[in-house]
């Protein structure tokens, strides 16, 4: 079975700081992970996704994350913090079809002036 | 163009009662996936239908959930005899063909669902 794990439920970053999320996988099989956000009263929306091309994938609003086999992992960075980023993020695996995600705890950011 | 929509926006309901979540897909994608956003259980995968194969159902978690798709569209998720545990959000998603791991899942805003 699947699982994936996100370390810290809550982040808090200054404006203009690192932003990183941390994200660890288990899976017996490769993976294809996903990083989606998801803004109050809102559904999810994606960020980036590897489906086992390039290890360092590139996403919208100016996140990446690195696909790490070696240590199972899947971290999501951005290198400067907006208010905007504010937000709660979850971490995503699917499986061999792509059919059913199975998603981290979240993590919720706060972005502080 | 319109993204994936659910109705009602909000829910509430007193124990014991039956419950309908419409979700209407973005046009054109076959495949429709149902999940649950809860506090206690975080986001589960509840059902996924794909064009006119039987659906993958291994994520209800009692036989009081069933869900249908009429004419490969529109998805309404049905909760029986509701119990104050069913209390999440209901989230659908849409995605092109499905089956494919490049495809994308596009989520609509939710149905909060509240047992009283």
């Known amino acids: 079975a699947q699982s994936v794990t996100q370390l810290g439920s809550h982040v808090s970053v200054s404006e203009g700081a690192l932003v990183l999320l941390r994200c660890n996988y288990s899976s017996s099989v490769p993976p294809y992970l996903f990083w989606y956000v998801q803004y109050p009263n809102q559904g999810l929306q994606l960020l980036l996704k590897y489906t086992s091309a390039a290890t360092l994938v590139k996403g919208i609003n100016g996140f990446e994350a690195e696909f790490k086999k070696s240590e199972t992992s899947f971290h999501l960075t951005k290198p400067s913090a907006h208010m905007s980023d504010a937000a709660e993020y979850f971490c995503?695996?699917?499986?061999?079809?792509?059919?059913?995600?199975?998603f981290g705890g979240g993590t919720r950011v706060l972005v502080k002036p | 163009g319109a993204g994936v929509s659910q109705s009602p926006s909000n829910k509430v309901t007193e124990k014991g009662k039956d419950v309908e979540l419409r979700c209407d897909p973005i046009s054109g994608h076959t495949a429709l996936y149902w999940y649950r956003q809860s506090l206690g259980q975080g986001l589960e995968f509840l059902i996924y239908f794909q064009g006119n194969s039987a659906p993958d159902k291994s994520g209800l978690p009692s036989d009081r959930f069933s869900a249908e798709r009429t004419g490969g569209s529109v998805s309404t998720l049905t909760i029986q005899r509701t119990q104050q545990e069913d209390s999440a959000v209901y989230l659908c998603a849409s995605s092109l063909a499905g089956g494919k791991v490049i495809d994308t899942q596009y989520f609509g805003p939710g149905t909060r669902l509240t047992v009283l």
């Open positions: 995503a695996v699917s499986d061999l079809g792509g059919n059913k995600l199975t």
